[in-house]
Each structure stands twice: as structure tokens, then as C-alpha cells.
């Protein structure tokens, strides 16, 4: 008996004759790529859905405000109704002395307060880093502690600490015959300034220690070989190493600056020198909620919001520019 047996085809191998279909063909990577964009589509879901929430429904609210106005017709005794105002409302934020004024004293208040909290960040982390401090876990924890205390509470605890007959560090100025009004018209900034970076300034050394952290120890070794000591280590070595950090916790201390609020709120009501349109963010409150002219209000909000973005993007474009230039030489 003759048994006739059908040579089995290998998996991949056409059975027709043909060559077998590749696994890298333009179908297979269509197919590749479509299952990444999916993947990716579905890790991004929760991101541009926050966005959208907290963002762009809002900004886009803001907008439309900015166009309208309630008014009433005829001598005022009309009914009121919302009415299309066009470019009104930034006409008047945009000639308001009060708005402008306000947005002067947050660019004095960046100027102080952006390069003390840069600056003080960097050299706590740079201290922690190079091993002087003692107790490291401790005094890190310690520095961060203040951030961890609400704004409205740190607030609170300075103004009791600013504030004429109740606190302990002006009558300890008085009894050293020195009298000191720290919220008076030259140091009302300072103050406000100071509460800032007693709140913030742990987390953003936190932010520059964990850069230091992965700073390779080869390349300090190295230095210390060649002969640099500790200061020159620091300014010449680690701190080009961190230069992203340091733009990052730059952008966002600048963001949070333009948008000054808590700390004056809360101190104008112990100094005539903070009134309620003291800072931009005080001048929307104001707007909105004592003058109930919401479209007035989202017309300055708009305008901060365009401020912020385009000091937020010179920043970025000056120090990418700056890294462009250095990898130039």
C-alpha cells in the first residue's frame, strides 16, 4: 500500500505559492501604529479631560463674559438684560488706573520675590547636597514643613506677627528703642514677600534636591580631582546640571506671583496701604463680588490669563535661546 503524506507548510509561509505575507509589511505597522495611538489616547483621556474641565470650559466662559454686560435701558428704571458690549470691558480694564497700578506692584513683587526664592531654593539644596548639614532627613523635613501649612493659616500667623500691640517681634523691637512697621508704604512688599517665601520655600529646595540627587557622581568626582573646591563645585558643576530644574520652579513661581491674592487680602485689613484692588487677582474679586460687574471682571481675567502666558513663554523661549547658545560654543 502506498500512503501519500502532505509536506506540512511553516507557520508565515503562503500556501498558494506566494510569498509569505511579512510581519514588518505596511499592514502590520498600520496596524502597529494604530494599537500605540490607542494606547496613547487612553492614557491621555484623564489629562484632556482635566483640561478641559478645569481649563478650557472655564477660559472659554471667561471669554464670552468679556463680551457681555448687564445693563438697563432708558434712565435705569428698565428691566435688566444682558446686552453684547464688544471690546468695552477691556477697554475699561485696560484704562483703569487702579487695574494698572495693580499690576505694576505685582511686577515689583515678582522682581523681589522671583530671584530670593530661585536663589534660596537652589543654595538650601545645594547645602543639603554637599553633605555639610547634619541630620539631612531632619532638616529637609523641617524646611518643608511650612509649605505643608495652608496659605490662608500662614497668612493668619503673620499678621498677628505684623500687626502693633499684639505682636511679640514689634515689642521686641520697641524695647531695643526701634520702631518698625512692617506693613507700612516702603515694606508692605517685603512682608507680603517674606510669607511667600516662608511658605514656598522648602518645597521648591525639595524640587532642586531630588534634581541633585541625579546628578552623576562621576562627573563630581571628577571635579574634585581636577581640583574645585566646595563653592566652585557647586556654582560650576551642579548648578548647570539642574538648569531644567531651575527654569521649571522659575515658570511656576512667576505663574503663582501673577496671581498674588491671599496673603494682601487677608494683611489689608490690619494696613490702609493694601486697599481691595491692590493686585490684579484683588481687582477681579472687587469687580465680580462688591460691583457685581462680571463682565468687567472677566475681561481682566482675561487679560492676566494672556499676561501670564506670554511671560510664561518669553521665559521659555529666552532660556531655550540661552541653552542653544551654550551648546553652540
Not at 487702579?98 to 499690576?103: D, E
Amino acid at each position: 500500500m502506498t500512503t501519500t503524506t502532505t509536506p506540512r507548510v511553516p507557520a508565515g509561509t503562503a500556501r498558494a505559492g506566494g510569498p509569505a505575507p511579512s510581519a514588518t509589511g505596511p499592514r502590520a505597522r498600520r496596524a502597529a501604529k494604530r494599537r500605540r495611538l490607542t494606547a496613547c489616547g487612553v492614557l491621555m483621556a484623564p489629562f484632556f479631560a482635566l483640561l478641559v474641565t478645569v481649563f478650557l470650559i472655564p477660559v472659554g466662559t471667561a471669554v464670552r463674559l468679556s463680551f457681555f454686560s448687564d445693563d438697563q435701558p432708558g434712565l435705569g428704571f428698565g428691566p435688566e438684560r444682558t446686552v453684547f458690549v464688544g471690546l468695552r470691558s477691556y477697554a475699561a480694564v485696560l484704562t483703569d488706573p487702579t487695574f494698572l497700578g495693580g499690576l505694576a506692584t505685582v511686577a515689583l513683587y515678582c522682581l523681589i520675590y522671583i530671584p530670593l526664592m530661585v536663589v534660596g531654593a537652589l543654595a538650601l539644596a545645594l547645602l543639603l547636597d554637599s553633605g555639610v548639614v547634619r541630620l539631612r532627613a531632619f532638616a529637609q523635613m523641617g524646611l518643608f514643613l511650612p509649605h505643608a501649612v495652608p496659605g490662608i493659616i500662614a497668612a493668619l500667623i503673620w499678621l498677628y506677627l505684623y500687626t502693633p500691640g499684639i505682636s511679640p517681634v514689634i515689642e521686641l523691637f520697641a524695647r531695643a528703642d526701634v520702631t518698625i512697621d512692617f506693613l507700612g508704604i516702603h515694606t508692605v512688599i517685603p512682608s507680603i514677600v517674606n510669607i511667600a517665601l516662608w511658605s514656598n520655600l522648602g518645597y521648591n529646595m525639595v524640587v532642586f534636591y531630588a534634581a541633585l540627587q541625579a546628578v552623576p557622581r562621576e562627573v563630581i568626582e571628577a571635579s574634585v580631582v581636577d581640583g574645585a573646591g566646595p563653592v566652585r563645585t557647586a556654582l560650576q558643576v551642579k548648578t548647570p546640571l539642574v538648569r531644567a530644574s531651575i527654569v521649571m520652579v522659575a515658570i511656576f513661581t512667576l505663574i503663582w506671583a501673577l496671581q498674588l491674592f491671599t496673603e494682601p487680602m487677608l494683611l489689608s485689613q490690619s494696613s490702609p496701604m493694601i486697599n481691595s484692588r491692590f493686585s490684579p487677582s484683588m481687582y477681579i474679586y472687587d469687580a465680580a463680588f462688591t460691583r457685581n460687574n462680571y463682565g468687567l471682571a472677566a475681561a481682566a481675567s482675561v487679560v492676566l490669563l494672556v499676561c501670564t502666558i506670554a511671560l510664561s513663554y518669553g521665559v521659555t523661549r529666552f532660556t531655550s535661546r540661552a541653552d542653544a547658545a551654550e551648546e553652540a560654543r
